[in-house]
């Protein structure tokens, strides 16, 4: 049957097509994350997409919230239970194990750009297929590991232009230590259980700290009063904790203490944070991540140390389009040929100065001067190169400055090296 007698074909619900000026920052965000992060030494690494559902049960956590209601999951036509990844980390451990890059005990430091999927509810700026950039550090259990990755996070967000940051953290401890908050939490919850949702309910049972993840209102005022894990912590995870605050007031991180601040994963220990920016007005969260010491272990891994983070691309994209609106990305220069010898030409060059780094793009429609220059106009070109058979002859070519109207000519052997400094 026609596709026509459907109607007009849609893009999935949750999912949308990039282009024109959310394309152009997204590449310009990416651009800039790849040149940060190779500064500090990270590699990219890019994993499937579909990955089998025990690699996010077993780390996410199957008292999740994404595990519960938010994953992509199907047999597929060989009886495998798969997922479409909802978040990168778990795949990037999984792909450390697998390929044995964890068998020594030298620092690996990854990063990675790519999609993600959770069927969540829709919302303004929330989509079903997300972009995420996220950085890995592994092998290295101190807080000096976690400055030096909060640093270059800052970095890479301050080159974007973004400047009203500030660090929100906590410490969750370890498992060793977590089972005297949680009796104290408990209690705490049961004094006041009929304040809380069904949802705390449930997840008072599996995991305490995911109430204080908890996002509806009601339950956010019952926590008031709450026990703080920081009060429990074991010696070593105090020490840490205080250590990073040190580093961080060192390095100029301006940062503060929230303790309900868990993260909606199970596999953090110890710190977990997001950035807060107020750059749109009121603070809310950028980004996030933390510590999660056990997580290669826990996926048959060797004991390894690991922080990381991770920040989505489409809310920066967003963030930056109502901060600066367009982005800086100038059109190239247009060739327009005037005729079947000048065209001909005109590719021949195009084709020399594209080898030598020049941008130029090359009119091919045949249209005339005026509706090329028309053309190049409309599109926000900087600058018309136009090869006429006089210009032809000369050896030159007559370079119109599009914004200012004005007109000079370039000798042909000099086109690559004005067009690189203008």
């Known amino acids: 049957m026609a596709l026509g007698s459907f109607g007009m074909a849609q893009s999935v619900k949750g999912t949308r097509d990039l282009l024109g000026n959310e394309m152009k920052w997204f590449q310009r965000i990416e651009d800039t994350a790849r040149r940060i992060f190779h500064r500090h030494g990270y590699e990219e690494i890019r994993t499937p997409i579909l990955e089998e559902i025990d690699v996010f049960k077993r780390s996410v956590g199957e008292s999740s919230d994404i595990v519960n209601k938010e994953m992509y999951d199907f047999v597929d036509k060989g009886g495998r239970h798969v997922v479409m990844r909802p978040e990168n980390t778990a795949g990037v451990v999984r792909a450390m194990i697998q390929h044995k890059l964890l068998a020594t005990s030298d620092p ?23 972009w995420q950039i996220g950085a890995e550090s592994f092998g290295v259990a101190t807080p000096e590991s976690e400055a030096e990755s909060l640093v270059m996070l800052f970095d890479f967000l301050n080159e974007l232009g973004l400047r009203h940051l500030k660090l929100s953290i906590n410490s969750v401890g370890t498992p060793e230590s977590r089972p005297a908050f949680q009796a104290a939490f408990r209690a705490f919850f049961e004094a006041r259980q009929e304040a809380f949702c069904g949802d705390c309910h449930r997840r008072i049972a599996q995991n305490p700290l995911r109430v204080l993840d908890c996002k509806v209102p009601g339950c956010q005022t019952a926590l008031e009063g709450h026990p703080r894990i920081t009060d429990h912590l074991d010696e070593a995870s105090r020490a840490h904790h205080a250590r990073l605050k040190v580093l961080l007031e060192a390095l100029g991180v301006p940062y503060e203490e929230n303790p309900r601040l868990v993260r909606g994963l199970d596999y953090y220990t110890r710190t977990a944070f997001e950035v807060l920016s107020a750059d749109l007005g009121a603070q809310s969260a950028l980004l996030g991540g933390g510590r999660y010491d056990g997580l290669v272990s826990h996926l048959d891994g060797p004991p390894t140390p690991a922080f990381g983070w991770a920040i989505g691309l489409d809310r920066l994209a967003s963030l930056m389009q109502q901060l600066h609106g367009d982005a800086p990305a100038p059109r190239p220069a247009l060739l327009i040929p005037l005729g079947e010898a000048a065209a001909l030409e005109a590719m021949a060059l195009a084709r020399k100065w594209w080898a030598e780094g020049c941008a130029v793009q090359v009119d091919t429609r045949g249209q005339g001067l005026k509706k090329a220059l028309q053309t190049a106009n409309r599109l926000g070109f900087a600058r018309a190169l136009i090869l006429g058979d006089g210009e032809r002859e000369q050896g030159v070519v007559a370079v119109k400055d599009l914004a200012a109207g004005t007109q000079e000519t370039w000798p042909l052997d000099q086109v690559a090296q004005r067009l690189s400094t203008v």
């Not at 990854?110 to 929330?126: D, K, S, V």
């Open 108 to 130: 690996r430091l990854l990063y990675y750009i790519g999609p993600q999927f959770r069927y969540e509810r829709m919302q303004a700026g929330r989509y079903r297929q997300f």
